[in-house]
């Protein structure tokens, strides 16, 4: 087996391993529910009988292994299991599957994060680089300075700032060119979906493209201060060649790291803008659920974001291995 | 900071007294004069700002012209007289409730940083010292729970938890300490193989010892460094919390969830809702400038 496949293999082992102990860790927070939750679920006026079902109904007088054991091979089937939201009649309520609350929200989220990442990484990437090739210029400085302030800033401030500037004097708010509510559905045309999310997508862009291009500035500094830059540049190769022949691919491995890293990072930013923006996505599903204690669909929410900051980190290591082998034998 | 930051130069001393002959050291006070009459403009931008808020939240009660959760006048009184920047959807001043929203918002953040910084700390300079299955053990632990963000990680604990204050400071401390423990186990280890690591431990010194008088004045100016960064950080996810509801619960005045609360007058093109967010995010700021400085100065580098 040839080295490259046996650690990619092993990182993604590795990878398994910790998303098995983060499903563990997720479910193990309803062990430390509180003594009266059933009655806090059920309101104060739910007799014994009706918690004893409660508690039934979750499963909750089986030992927890068993329960792990049932709760994960449903996941693994997609079954998420059933939201606590129409539970509160017990019996007399329609029961909501998670998946059927999950699932649309998630195919929204994935579409605010797929736009967001065509526009912000090649943006970042381009900006980055500029900066790195013109360091200490004034384009530099500023640059900087700018994306120094867009860090530390909170998302909702940005949000608000566009919406102000952009949305604010189209008072009639359902009208173009942009919205400040991103109300979509999925029945709506392509570009329509697009038009309404621009605001939050250009809110994700302003955030990450700040984090992105500074790592990748960072990276490509590291780089060219590298002997083997050095020694090319004393050649006497063109500047041309030394960026497309000799840094370039010795730069994918930091880049891939520097992009997986900001989209695990759009994965949290992204619950945020949401809420902002009233944006049907998974991550205002999930406030929603913490708000009104809605375990089961909250556990599934948070599984799903760390399985996906999990992979994002993991593609990662895998992309910095394939393409510079040195990584193979760490020192 | 810079109390911290002397402690450290004191305990380095006995590490390298003796090698050689070195020229007589600055005092503390000369050299922090000299630090700061060559700090940049952004930095001097940042510790006024700090020093700003510093002033407010500690005299709010003074500085403020009506209480905390007094109702003083109609819902959305407009900027002016007599409410400098009008009234929220209760009619409470608002400008009072940004003075207090200070002094709690601030404190609440400060008073978490220190929890995390005491629990990572603790426990990143115990793996140091303790290499072998305390160290192992501790390390893989904290790895999984990095594998959670920590935004989503927090929002299940405090969905099982429910908002308190009290929950909401040890739920961030706990979660914000696996950065520090990290950090802190990280350079430490650096410390923990030194000569005079090794010979307090023959003399027999208690652990307790060695963590705090060996190996913590030398690792403190990455950590003040630190403080600064996950200050930043716990600042912002408390008023991420406190904005999506769930952080800080009302009456208790917090620029989160005042942004929340007045966040529709937006809407109405009023910039209202921009003065909590915007407090938040100058904080911010001026914290990342000057730790962006002090970093800069202590790692020595000339970018």
Known sequence: MSPILKTVLQRLGLGLITLFAVSIIIFATIEMLPGDFAKAILGQSATPDTVAAFQKRLGLDRPPVERYLNWIGGVAQGDFGVSFAGLGGLGGGQETTVVSLVAPRLANTLFLAGLTAIVAVPLALILGMLAALYRNSFYDRIVNMVTLTSI???????????????????????????????????????????????????????????????????????????????????????????????????????????????????????????????????????????????????????????????????????????????????? | MTLLQDNSREGAMPAVAGTTALPPRRSWRESLLRDMKHAPLSAWFGMAVIAAYVVVAVFAPLLAPYAENELVGAQYEPWGDPFFFGTDQLGRDLLSRLIYGARNTIGIALMTTALSFTIGGMLGMLAAVLPGWVDQSLSRFVDVLMAIPQLIFALVLLSIFGSSIINLILIIAVLDSTRVFRLTRAVALNIAVLDFVEAAKLQGEKLTWIMIREILPNILPPLVAEFGLRFCFVFLTISALSFLGLGIQPPTADWGSMLRENSTLINYGDVTPLLPAGAIALLTVAVNFVVDWFLHKTSGLKD
Request: glycine share 2%; net charge positive; hydrophobic share 60%.
């Open chain 1, 152 to 331: 530390s800033v909170p998302e909702f401030f940005v949000a608000y700032i566009l919406m102000l500037l952009l949305a604010v004097p189209h008072v009639v708010f359902d009208s173009p060119p942009f919205y400040a509510l991103a109300k979509i559905n999925f029945d709506m045309p392509f570009t329509e979906r697009v038009m309404r999310s621009a605001l939050p997508v250009m809110t994700l862009v302003l955030v990450i493209v700040a984090h992105m291009m500074r790592m990748t500035r960072a990276a490509i500094i590291n780089l060219l201060s590298s002997p083997f830059i050095e020694m090319a540049r004393l050649k006497g190769v063109s500047p041309r060649r030394i960026i497309y022949r000799h840094a370039l691919p010795n730069a994918w491995a930091p880049i891939a790291t520097v992009i997986a890293l900001n989209l695990a990072y759009l994965v949290v930013g992204v619950v945020v803008v949401e809420v902002v923006f009233v944006y049907p996505g998974i991550g205002q599903l999930m406030v929603d659920a913490v708000s009104s204690r809605n375990i089961p669909v909250v556990q599934a929410c948070a599984l799903i974001f760390a399985a996906t900051y999990i992979l994002l980190n993991l593609i990662a290591d895998i992309v910095s291995i394939v393409t510079n082998p040195r990584l193979l034998h760490p020192r």
